[in-house]
């Protein structure tokens, strides 16, 4: 279980326990004493989702360049064109302020 100790250190379960101690006292402290900069009715998004959702929008904006990257280079005047141009652009625009928004340190997400 644990190793046997030379006389006059500290144990290795002490140290186990007592880093224990801390985290819980710290998980506590975080659940009495909300963050001052959160919004009323919001919450803050953990750090694993908001790369996660990060991940997700820039594969998307990716997606959405190639597509925009494969129409072609003529000036087309078809109505149909013009209106698939513009939607991906609009897509591209709102993908990029999500984006600025999800590299922010702290997100706080409505509950």
């Known amino acids: 279980m644990y190793d046997l100790q030379i006389r ?3 144990p290795q379960y002490l140290h ?3 880093r224990e101690l801390q985290l819980s006292k710290e998980e ?3 659940r009495t004493h909300p963050d001052p900069m959160c919004p009323p009715g919001h919450a803050l998004l953990p750090e694993a989702q908001r790369r996660e959702t990060l991940e997700k929008l ?3 904006i990716a997606d959405y360049e190639a597509q925009l ?3 072609p280079v003529r000036q087309c005047d078809s109505l149909a064109y013009k209106h698939r141009k ?3 652009e609009r897509e591209i625009y709102e993908l ?4 600025k928004t999800f590299s922010k340190r702290k997100v706080y997400v409505q509950q």
């Open 8 to 10: 006059g250190t500290v």
């Open 16 to 18: 186990d326990r007592k």
């Open 28 to 30: 506590e402290y975080a």
């Open 58 to 60: 820039q594969a998307a």
């Open 69 to 71: 990257a494969t129409l």
């Open 86 to 88: 513009e939607n991906l």
């Open 96 to 99: 990029d302020e999500a984006i």
